[in-house]
């Protein structure tokens, strides 16, 4: 197993190992040696320029669907060694090409065969201060979306330039009519894997799309973990309580470690914390996923597992991922995929984030939760909201600081 948090990957060692029987192998560092070790799984290597953005799109696409190692050409060149046991059965390029022609041929040529569940946005191009054109390439969860056959895209979810946090993201309309064609072609409610930005913009054209954020950003093995073949289908997070009846008019304190949204938490075993000797000594609130039931069934039987007393779970912003449901125009079918993977888990109580009143009114009358945490905004806060169109998405409930820290305001229905 690879990643950066090596507790994380000696737990699960451990757990895989007792749980499935498991034996791992010691870790290799050398490419020639990785390589060699799988070569007989792979059916050759296919090239790409680096330079070249969707070139690098296509080739991992085609590795996706034909079992190939996708290398840079530069790369093959200067560590032809490492690689001559495999074929080179092309080099992809997509230079000159007019992107909507890029597009229209990689959707006819893999959608038939891709995921019709997820889909994975690579990337996104940024400038920072100096003016400077970069791409921002996101690997973290590109593992299971090859595993899966997701259909992989690098395009803006912008018909401009807009901000996002320190830097400018770059977007054209040429680009966004790509992008809304892709999403418009998918039909269903598909979780969009990788990342995208501006986020607040990238969560909204999900919506409207009838789609989720699934962000896979820095989360570990993902691949690992949706191989692992968990034949548990219910997952009773939270045990059955005392019912304490209807809140009385004082103030009540409850203790959430993170908005646990992306599996990112999860494959972290939420920074560690989880591994800390002194949980279960007072309540927590871990927020968690519903969906990672599903794409995940292996990771999700793990925090059932070893879960103590103490730990409770709650639904992760907004159900099985992040939206604005003010922007999505027919949301039955994400709280049905929502109310689908709540069922049995004794998760009632939600964490809401681009939200307005009438969304919460919806919201509540659409998904299997008895209550809600607020939270003012999903972009660091309300300080940091300098457009109308981003205040629209949140409820004012006095909210000053960042989303970790964020003061909620508690719904129970």
């Not at 990957?9 to 799988?38: C, H, N, Q, T």
């Not at 009540?252 to 992306?262: F, K, P, S």
């Not at 949980?279 to 070893?306: D, I, K, M």
Request: charged share 25%.
């Amino acid at each position: 197993m690879t990643g950066g948090f090596s507790q994380c990957d000696e737990e699960f060692m451990r757990w895989y190992g007792e749980r499935y029987g498991y034996v791992f192998l010691p870790p290799v560092s050398d490419l020639k040696e990785i390589v060699a070790r799988f070569a007989a799984r792979l059916n050759g290597v296919v090239l790409f320029d680096e330079e070249d953005v969707q070139g690098r799109v296509a080739a991992y696409n085609l590795a996706s669907h034909r079992e190939l190692l996708p290398v840079p050409a530069r790369m093959y060149r200067e560590r032809a060694d490492v690689f001559s046991a495999l074929p080179v059965v092309g080099h992809v390029s997509c230079a000159g090409e007019e992107l909507s022609a890029v597009y229209a041929r990689l959707m006819k040529e893999f959608l038939p065969a891709c995921s019709r569940e997820e889909m994975f946005s690579l990337g996104y191009r940024y400038r920072r201060a100096d003016g400077k054109l970069r791409t921002n390439f996101n690997y973290w969860g590109l593992d299971r979306a090859v595993r899966e056959r997701q259909f992989i895209f690098l395009l803006s979810c912008n018909e401009r330039r807009r901000g996002s946090y320190d830097f400018m993201v770059e977007g054209s309309p040429e680009e966004y009519a790509v992008f809304a064609e892709l999403l418009r072609s998918f039909t269903g409610c598909c979780a969009l894997g990788g990342w995208n930005e501006p986020e607040w913009r990238w969560a909204a054209e999900a919506a409207r799309f009838g789609h989720f954020v699934y962000c896979t950003d820095g989360a570990f093995n993902l691949s690992f973990h949706a191989a692992v073949p968990c034949g548990r289908t219910q997952f009773p997070f939270n045990k059955p309580r005392r019912a304490y009846g209807k809140p009385k008019n004082k103030v009540y304190i409850t203790i959430t470690a993170n908005e646990g949204d992306t599996p990112k938490m999860a494959s972290q075993l939420y920074n560690n914390a989880w591994l800390s000797a002194r949980r279960g000594e007072v309540p927590v609130n871990w927020a968690f996923n519903p969906y990672h039931c599903r794409a995940l069934p292996a990771l999700a039987e793990y925090y059932l597992e070893t879960a103590k007393e103490n730990d409770c779970f709650s639904v992760a912003p907004n159900g099985v991922g992040s939206t604005c449901l003010r922007e999505a125009p027919h949301p039955e079918e994400f709280f049905r995929k929502t109310n689908e993977c709540l069922a049995g888990t004794g998760m009632r109580y939600a964490d809401l984030w681009f939200s307005d009143r009438e969304s919460l009114e919806r919201y509540f009358s659409l998904c299997d939760v008895d209550g809600a945490m607020l939270r003012t905004c999903a972009c660091r806060g309300a300080r940091s909201c300098g457009s109308a169109a981003r205040r629209r998405c949140a409820i004012p409930t006095g909210c000053t600081t960042g989303t970790t820290g964020a003061i909620c305001a508690p719904i129970i229905r």
